[in-house]
């Protein structure tokens, strides 16, 4: 299966931007769907966003449509989150995470990264 690893997480103001980045190892990360999921202190994981095997495919959560991108490289084994307007509520812990054969819509991670922090200040 493959191995997951973040990056681009950070510190920003309110309003600003960042584009996170998901590096997969293997020979197979054209098979999976790919998913993006945070979690803030005290609370539980939850679903951010998600994008088909070949990309036409994506998906989002309310709190991040229209704010947030999900998109992906399969040449480079790469899933992007670019994230737009940010706020202090999107402050988390970011997760990549994939699912063999998977469908955006209704994503299930099977693999984990170990996450990026996004902090967002007012």
């Known amino acids: 299966q493959v191995q997951l690893v973040e990056s681009g997480g950070g510190l920003v103001q309110a309003g600003g931007s960042l584009r996170l980045s998901c590096a997969a190892s293997g020979r197979t990360f054209s098979t999976y769907a790919m998913g993006w999921f945070r979690q803030a202190p005290g609370k539980e994981r939850d679903f951010v966003a998600a994008?088909?095997?070949?990309?036409?495919?994506?998906y989002y959560a309310d709190s991040v449509k229209g704010r947030f991108t999900i998109s992906r490289d399969n040449a480079k084994n790469t899933v992007y989150l670019q994230m737009n307007s940010l706020k202090p509520e999107d402050t988390a812990v970011y997760f990549c995470a994939a699912e063999r054969f998977g469908i955006a819509t209704r994503f299930r991670a099977e693999v984990w990264g170990q996450g990026t922090r996004v902090t967002v200040s007012s």
């Open positions: 994008i088909s095997i070949n990309g036409p495919d994506t």
